[in-house]
C-alpha cells in the first residue's frame, strides 16, 4: 500500500494483502461470536464449508492459469470472500447452497475477470444475488429465534441427513416488518409492531441487534487500524439514514426509524465489510462518499419498496457497474496542472 499522505510516495513494508485480510477476518470475529450466541454452532459450520469451497476453487483457478498456488493461496481473499458469503446466507442452508455461492463468488466473479485486483462486482454480492434469485425458498428459511438445536440436529440439516422443518421458516426483522405492513394495508402501524411482536428486539431485530453492533465494533477498528477508508462507510450509513429518518418523520406510522434500519438486516456488514472493498468499489475520495452514499440510498429502496427484504447486495452491485463513470468525475487534477487541464 502507498502512503498518499505526504510527498515523496513511499511503499509501507509492513502492509501486504496478506496483512490487509487477516485483519478484516479479525475484524468479523465479533459479529460470529454473537452470531454464535443467538443461532448457535450452525455458523461455524458454513464458515468452514465456505472456505474449503473457495480455497479448492482458487487453487483449481490458479492451476489452469498457470499462477503460483502458494504466494495467492495464502492471501486470505478467498477467505474473506468465502466468511462474507456464510455470514450473508441463512445459517442452516443446505450445504450445496453455500458451495454453490462460493464457487460462483471465486470462479465467476473473480478468477474469470483475471483474479485478484481485476473484478469489476464484488464477488460475495454476486454469489448472494445469484442464489437469492436461484433459490428464493432456500435463501429466505432463517431459524425462528429460540429453536434449539443440537449441533447434531443443525449438521443433520444442513447435510440434508434430516427432513427441513417448518421452524426454519421464520422471516427477518426486515422481511416480517414488510409483510405485517403489506398484509395489514393501513390497519396497524410500526410502533404497535414493534412492540408486539416476538420477532422485534429494543430497536431493531430481537438478538440481531448484538449481531449487528458486533459488526459495526469490528468496522470501528479497521477505520482505527487504517485498514479502510472512512468515506465509503459514512457515506453508506448518511445515505441510508437520511432517506429513513425523512420518511419516518413524515409518517412514522408507516416507515421505521433510521435506527431499525441501521441495526436491521446488512446494513454494518455492508457499510464496513463490503462497500469499502478497494477493487470494486471507486478509489478517488469524493466517489468513495459518492458510493457509499447512493449504495445506503438505494439499499434502503429496495427494502422497503422492492421485492427483497435487504438491498444491500443489488444496491452494491449496481454501484459497481457505475464505479468508472464516479472516478472519471471525481479524480482529481494531475500534479502542477489546473481543474480542467
Known amino acids: 500500500m502507498i502512503d498518499f499522505s505526504t510527498p515523496p510516495y513511499l511503499l509501507q513494508a509492513h502492509t501486504s494483502v496478506r496483512r490487509v485480510m487477516v485483519q478484516v477476518l479479525v475484524a468479523l470475529l465479533p459479529g460470529i461470536g454473537a452470531y454464535v450466541w443467538l443461532i ?3 455458523i461455524l ?3 468452514l464449508v465456505a472456505s474449503l469451497a473457495a480455497l479448492l476453487a482458487e487453487a483449481l483457478m490458479l492451476r489452469l492459469r498457470g499462477r503460483p498456488l502458494g504466494l495467492f493461496l495464502s492471501d486470505g481473499s478467498a477467505l474473506v470472500t468465502a466468511w462474507l458469503i456464510a455470514l450473508t446466507f441463512p445459517p442452516l442452508a443446505p450445504w450445496w447452497l453455500i458451495t454453490v455461492g462460493t464457487l460462483l463468488a471465486i470462479v465467476v466473479a473473480k478468477h474469470l475477470y483475471g483474479g485478484l485486483g481485476q473484478n469489476p462486482f464484488n464477488p460475495a454480492m454476486i454469489a448472494f444475488a445469484a442464489c437469492i434469485v436461484s433459490f428464493p425458498a432456500l435463501m429466505s428459511q432463517w431459524p425462528v429465534l429460540g429453536l434449539k438445536l443440537t449441533l447434531v440436529e443443525q449438521l443433520e440439516m444442513i447435510f440434508g441427513l434430516a427432513p427441513r422443518i417448518d421452524a426454519l421458516s421464520g422471516a427477518t426483522p426486515l422481511d416480517a416488518l414488510k409483510t405485517a405492513l403489506k398484509i395489514g394495508e393501513g390497519n396497524i402501524d410500526i410502533p404497535t409492531l414493534l412492540a408486539t411482536q416476538e420477532v422485534f428486539g429494543t430497536f431493531a431485530g430481537r438478538g440481531w441487534e448484538w449481531v449487528t453492533a458486533g459488526y459495526l465494533l469490528g468496522g470501528l477498528w479497521l477505520w482505527q487500524r487504517k485498514v479502510i477508508h472512512w468515506q465509503a462507510p459514512a457515506g453508506f450509513i448518511c445515505g441510508l439514514s437520511l432517506l429513513a429518518g425523512a420518511l419516518w418523520l413524515w409518517n412514522p406510522e408507516r416507515f421505521a426509524s433510521p435506527l431499525f434500519h441501521l441495526f436491521s438486516g446488512g446494513a454494518m456488514l455492508g457499510a464496513f465489510f463490503i462497500v469499502t472493498d478497494p477493487v470494486s468499489g471507486c478509489t478517488t475520495t469524493r466517489g468513495r462518499l459518492i458510493f457509499g452514499f447512493l449504495a445506503g440510498v438505494i439499499a434502503y ?14 444496491a452494491v452491485l449496481l454501484l459497481n457497474l457505475c464505479v468508472p463513470l464516479i472516478d472519471m468525475y471525481t479524480r482529481p487534477p494531475i500534479f502542477g496542472m489546473k481543474d480542467g487541464k
Open 45 to 47: 459450520l458454513q464458515l
Open 301 to 314: 429502496t429496495i427494502r422497503v419498496f422492492g421485492g427483497y427484504p435487504d438491498g444491500v447486495a443489488f
Open 40 to 42: 448457535g454452532p450452525s
